[in-house]
């Protein structure tokens, strides 16, 4: 069965734990790179991680190293900190390329 992480801040991705979800509360640089290392080792398929806590570059440069390998899926979510934009800008890109149309242009 394939494991799905969530990594943030415990505010933003307590939730994620009554789905069965792995949730790794970290807000500093060191623990976040730490438990995302960990999940790319133990195989995770998804890992979601919120976008304040992605907002360094060390972390940005780990996310896009491994965007080049198939697993796992590393997706940006919002914070209920913080609004969304990184994230939101992501997911229209995708959409854009899957379909050729944007869809979420007026969110």
Known sequence: MYKVGVIGDL????????????VKPATET?????????????????VFITEPVADNPSIRNFIEEQRQIRMPAII????????????????????????????????
């Open 76 to 107: 940006l979510i919002p914070s209920v900190r913080e609004k969304a934009t990184t994230g939101k800008e992501q997911l229209r890109g995708a959409v854009r390329k899957a379909t050729g149309i944007d869809l979420l242009g007026e969110l």
């Open 11 to 22: 505010d933003s991705i307590i939730g994620f734990r009554a789905l069965g979800m792995t």
């Open 30 to 46: 060191a623990d976040v790179l730490s438990a995302l290392q960990v999940m790319v080792k133990e195989k995770y398929s998804i």
